[in-house]
C-alpha cells in the first residue's frame, strides 16, 4: 500500500525565515511526486511535479527536491503570503491504483510579519 | 480558460438522505477523479472515470458512486448519509494519461446533520 508522511505537521515561520518540509514516501514504483498548495475553503493549487530522483523545480521562493524515498520543499526567504497547508502526493507507476494520488496529511505553514 | 467548476459549493443534508455533487472538468480533460478531505484523514482518493468508463476505484462503501457523462461532466452521489461523510468533497480533472496533472476544483462542503 502506498504511504506519503509529511513532517512537520505545523510549522511557524518569521518572514524571510527559509526552512524546509519534509514528504517520505513508500510506493511500489515511483511515477510521479506532486506537491500541491491549499488556501482556507480552496481547493489544492498545483504547484511542482517530480518524476525521477535528483529532480528539482523552482517556482519563485520555492524549490523541490525528490530522492528515492523522499522529497524537500525548500522555502527561501518566506513572505506571509506562502502562508498555506503544503500537501505532497505520489502516483504509482503502475497498477490498478495508477491514475490516483496518494495524499499525505500536508504541513501547515503560518509565515509571521 | 476555465478551471473545475463544481457545484454546489455547500450543502446541508440529514441523516438518510442522499446527495448528489457535480463537476464540470477543465475542456479538453477527460479525466475526472473525486477524493473526499477530512481533518482526521486528509484527502481520500474516492473514484477516477476517463471516457465514461470507471478505471479506478478506493476504499469507500458502495454508498459512494459516480458517473461521467459524454461530455467529460462528472457526478458523485452519496446514499443514506452518515454523519462521518461530513466533509470537503474535492473533484479534480486531468488528460487522463499516465502523466498527467490532475488540477482541482474548490470543493463541496458537505455537512450531514
Known amino acids: 500500500e502506498d504511504q506519503v508522511t509529511q513532517s512537520p505537521e505545523a510549522l511557524r515561520l518569521q518572514e524571510g525565515e527559509s526552512s524546509s518540509l519534509n514528504c517520505s514516501y513508500t510506493?511500489?514504483?515511483?511515477?510521479?511526486l506532486f506537491w500541491y498548495r491549499q488556501d482556507p475553503g480552496k481547493g489544492p493549487e498545483f504547484l511542482f511535479t517530480?518524476?525521477?530522483a535528483g529532480e528539482e523545480k523552482e517556482k519563485e521562493r520555492l524549490k523541490a527536491t525528490l530522492t528515492k524515498k523522499e522529497s524537500f520543499l525548500h522555502i527561501t526567504a518566506p513572505k506571509p503570503e506562502d502562508s498555506a497547508t503544503y500537501l505532497c502526493?505520489?502516483?504509482?507507476?503502475?497498477?490498478?491504483?495508477?491514475?490516483?494520488?496518494?495524499f499525505g496529511k500536508g504541513t501547515k505553514l503560518s509565515v509571521i510579519p | 480558460k476555465a478551471g473545475v467548476t463544481q457545484t454546489p459549493r455547500y450543502l446541508i443534508k440529514t441523516r438518510g438522505q442522499q446527495v448528489t455533487l457535480s463537476c464540470s472538468p477543465i475542456s479538453g480533460h477527460r479525466s475526472v477523479s473525486w477524493y473526499q478531505q477530512t481533518p482526521g484523514q486528509g484527502l481520500q482518493f474516492l473514484f477516477e472515470y476517463f471516457s465514461e468508463t470507471q478505471r479506478n476505484k478506493g476504499n469507500f462503501p458502495g454508498r459512494f458512486s459516480g458517473r461521467q457523462f459524454s461530455n467529460s461532466r462528472s457526478e458523485m452521489n452519496v446514499s443514506t448519509l452518515e454523519l462521518g461523510d461530513s466533509a470537503l468533497y474535492l473533484c479534480?480533472?486531468?488528460?487522463?494519461?499516465?502523466?498527467?496533472?490532475?488540477?482541482f476544483g474548490a470543493g463541496t462542503r458537505l455537512s450531514v446533520l
Open positions: 517530480l518524476y525521477s
Open positions: 479534480a480533472s486531468s488528460f487522463g494519461g499516465k502523466k498527467n496533472i490532475q488540477y
Open positions: 502526493a505520489v502516483q504509482p507507476l503502475s497498477g490498478a491504483g495508477s491514475y490516483q494520488l496518494t
Open positions: 510506493v511500489s514504483g515511483l511515477r510521479g
